[in-house]
């Protein structure tokens, strides 16, 4: 199984320009999580989904759009991207339930200059 | 919304000794607490966790306790050792246990 992939792994966009960042699971995981990191700090949640066609808002979600149309693909979308977006973004699954692990993908690192 | 604190943001140790991590939260429905670790340039990855229904949780050098009244928990890790070095992240899932909320973060440093 590769588990969480995201794409690309790296980045650099100017302010004002848009993109997706890929997330996809094999696990046949429910929750899927957007995570941003920066420098030295910790991991402050964007957006998350409990299953297809449902998501909601995490603590930081300005700036970013996500859907999820299926059970394995999560992307986030960027739209007018912003100097204060640079981070390294990570993308996380759990199978669903309460206590369950989560899974994360080796990060997209972004820098808008 | 579930608010998650943890301290300290640095630890400093020497090989051999202890290293404690303290976190808080501030929804007392939350029901599981997880410790993740993330060495340099790495993903986070799990290394224990525990339920609320139970005090304390041990996996050979680590282990992590909960006190549900005083909505904390925290992270032992005895024996220190060089690859212990890494950041430390505590998180909770909130009532519904599906929004999974991350401490600030500690970085562990363990000095030979």
């Known amino acids: 199984n590769a588990g969480v992939t995201q794409t690309p792994k790296f980045r650099i966009l100017k302010i004002g320009q848009s993109m997706t960042l890929q997330c996809a699971q094999d696990m046949n995981h429910n929750y899927m999580y957007w995570y941003r990191q920066d420098p030295g700090m910790g991991l402050k949640l964007i957006y998350y989904?409990?299953?297809?066609?449902?998501?909601d808002k995490g603590e930081v979600p300005n700036g970013y759009n996500v859907s999820r149309s299926t059970t394995e693909d999560f992307p986030l979308r960027l739209e007018l991207a912003a100097p204060s977006q640079t981070s390294v973004y990570f993308c996380?699954?759990?199978?669903?339930?309460?206590?369950?692990?989560?899974?994360f993908g080796q990060g997209t690192r972004l820098t808008v200059v | 919304g579930e608010n998650v604190e943890q301290h300290p943001s640095t630890l400093s140790v020497q090989e051999g000794d202890s290293a404690v991590i303290k976190c808080t939260y501030s929804?007392?429905?939350?029901?599981?607490f997880p410790w993740y670790k993330q060495e340099l340039g790495k993903r986070p990855q799990l290394i224990i966790d525990i339920r609320s229904n139970v005090g304390e949780k041990k996996d050979q050098r680590i282990a992590v306790t909960l006190n549900k009244t005083a909505k904390h928990f925290s992270l032992h890790i005895t024996e220190t050792q060089p690859e212990d070095s890494a950041v430390y992240f505590c998180a909770a899932t909130g009532a519904a246990g599906n929004k999974l909320t991350f401490g600030g973060g500690t970085r562990v440093l363990v000095k030979p």
């Open positions: 996380a699954s759990r199978k669903g339930g309460a206590y369950t692990e989560a899974f």
């Open positions: 929804d007392s429905a939350s029901n599981y």
């Open positions: 989904s409990v299953g297809a066609g449902i998501t």
